[in-house]
C-alpha cells in the first residue's frame, strides 16, 4: 500500500500518477479515477465521459503514437508497458518528449494535442483510459512515426518485428507533422458592440454572429464542434429594454437571455469548456447604494428578470465567469453617441438625473475578461465598468456636450416618471453602481470613466 502521488514532468500538463494500490491475498485494488483526492494534488478536474479498454496479446506490441482531440487518464490494468509521449502543441514545447514504465499501479493524465504510445513489456497487458470527449469514427488526430530516431525514443524491446498498425507503421516523422491545432476562443453575439470588443481583444478567437450560430437554435448549439474551443464568451443578448416589456419583446427576452445561456451552460459541463457570460445592473432594483456581487437578486423588469435567469443558468456550469457591468458603450448606436449626434446638431437635451452608476466602455469590459482568463482568476462572478465618481445620466450627457463644445447648460434634468410619461417603459434601477473591490483583489485596474468617455468623444462619429 502506497501513498497516492502525482509527478510533473518535462511536457506541461503530462502528469504520472502513482496510484494507492491495496494488496492481500485476492491480489490487489486501486481506485483509477478519484476525483477529489486527485484533483486535490493537482490532476484537471477533467471530466471524463467514456472508459475504454486495449488488451495486448504479445509481448512487443506498439500501440501510438496518437494525440488525441481529448484529454485522458490512462492506468495500466494487467501486465507491463513502457510509454512515451511528445508534445505536438504548438508553443516551446512542440516536439519535447517523455518516457517511464508503466506497471499495475502506474497512470498518466495526458492532456490533448500530446501524442502517446505504449510498447507491452508482457503478453496480455491491458490498458484502461477515461476521456473527456465520445470517441467518434470519424475523429480526427495527429499522428507521429513512434520509431522515428529523432524522437530518441528507447523503446525496451527490438522495434523491427514489432505488432504495429499500419496506420502507426506509416505514420509521419516530427519533421512532418504539422501542429496539433490549438483550442480557440470562441465569441458568440460578435456582431454586438461588446463581441467587436471582445475580437479584438483576443484576436486568435473564433467570432460568430447571430447569421452564423443562432443562441436560440437548440439543435445548432448541439451541432456546433465544441471540442474546438475552450473558452466560449457570450456576447449575445436581448437588450432592448423598453421593448422587452411588450408580449413579443418578452418572448424574446426570455429566449436570448435565460433559455440559450442555460443551453450553454449545460454544454460547458459536458465539453468541459470555460464560459463567460455577461450581464447587468438591471438585476437588482437599486435601493443599495453600491451593488456587491453577493446581493441578492432583484430584477425590476422583464429585461432584468430574464438577464437574473441567466445568472442562475450559468452558475451551474463548472467553469464559469459571470461578469456585470452597467451602461455599456461601444462601437455602435448607444447614449454617448446620441447626445454627441445632439450636441453637434445644435439641439438641446433632457435627461434623466436620479439614476446612477457608471460607464461601462465595452473595450474595459473586454480587457477585465482577457486579465480574468490570463490571470486564471477563481471562478465566479465579477462586477466590471470603468472606474471613478458615479455619474448620474444628466451628468454623462453634460460631459459629452461639454467635450463636442456645446454648453452643458443645453442640457435639462429631468425625473425618470417625466422620462416614462405617455411610454412603455422597463423600470430601472435607480442606484446602477457595481462595487469593484472583487475585481481588483485580482490585479486588474479599471480605466477612469470621464478620461475613457473624453478619448471616446474625441474618436467617435454620431
Known sequence: ????????????????????????????????????????????????????????????????????????LVTLASGSAYAAWVDLRPGPTYGVTHAAALEPGTAVFIPRGVANGYQTQADGSTYTYLVNAHWRVDATYATVD???????????????????????RT????????????????????????????????????????????????????????SEHDVVLNAAG????????????????????????????????????????YSTDYVFDGNHEVHDEAE??????????????????????PRHYLLRSSWVVGDGANFVRTMARLADSGSTAEVVADQVGRLTFADELARATRHLLDAGAPWGTY????????????????????????????????????HAAGRVVSPRPRSSVLSLSRLEATGFRPADARETLRDYCASCLP
Do not use: C
Request: proline share 8%.
Open 296 to 317: 441578492p437578486l432583484t430584477p425590476l423588469g422583464v429585461y432584468g428578470q430574464s438577464k437574473a435567469a441567466g445568472e442562475v443558468a450559468v452558475a451551474v456550469a
Open 383 to 418: 462586477h466590471v465598468t470603468n472606474a471613478g465618481p458615479p455619474m448620474s445620466w444628466a451628468d454623462v450627457a453634460r460631459e459629452v456636450f461639454t467635450l463636442r463644445g456645446r454648453d452643458p447648460h443645453d442640457v435639462r434634468e429631468v425625473s425618470s416618471e417625466h
Open 146 to 168: 513512434a520509431l522515428d530516431p529523432t524522437l530518441g525514443i528507447a523503446w525496451p524491446l527490438p522495434v523491427d518485428a514489432a505488432l504495429m498498425s499500419e496506420r502507426d
Open 1 to 72: 500500500m502506497g501513498d497516492l502521488t502525482v509527478e510533473h514532468t518535462p511536457i506541461p500538463g503530462l502528469l504520472l500518477v502513482r496510484l494507492d494500490v491495496r494488496l492481500d491475498d485476492r491480489g490487489w485494488f486501486a481506485e483509477t479515477w478519484q476525483r477529489e483526492k486527485m484533483t486535490a494534488l493537482g490532476l484537471p478536474d477533467f471530466g471524463p465521459v467514456q472508459s475504454n479498454l486495449a488488451e495486448n496479446e504479445r509481448r512487443g506490441t506498439i500501440r501510438g503514437m496518437h494525440a488525441e482531440p481529448w484529454d485522458k
Open 238 to 277: 436581448y437588450t432592448a429594454v423598453d421593448r422587452a416589456e411588450t408580449a413579443e419583446g418578452r418572448a424574446t427576452a426570455w429566449a436570448v437571455n435565460a433559455e440559450a445561456p442555460g443551453r450553454l451552460a449545460r454544454l460547458a459541463a459536458r465539453h468541459g469548456f470555460t464560459l463567460v457570460h
Open 171 to 226: 505514420a509521419p516523422r516530427l519533421a512532418e507533422v504539422e501542429p496539433f491545432p490549438a483550442r480557440r476562443p470562441l465569441v458568440l453575439g460578435a456582431d454586438g458592440q461588446l463581441g467587436r470588443a471582445l475580437s479584438a481583444r483576443l484576436p486568435e478567437a473564433r467570432a460568430v454572429g447571430r447569421t452564423t450560430l443562432d443562441v436560440t437554435d437548440a439543435d445548432a448549439l448541439e451541432a456546433w464542434p465544441w
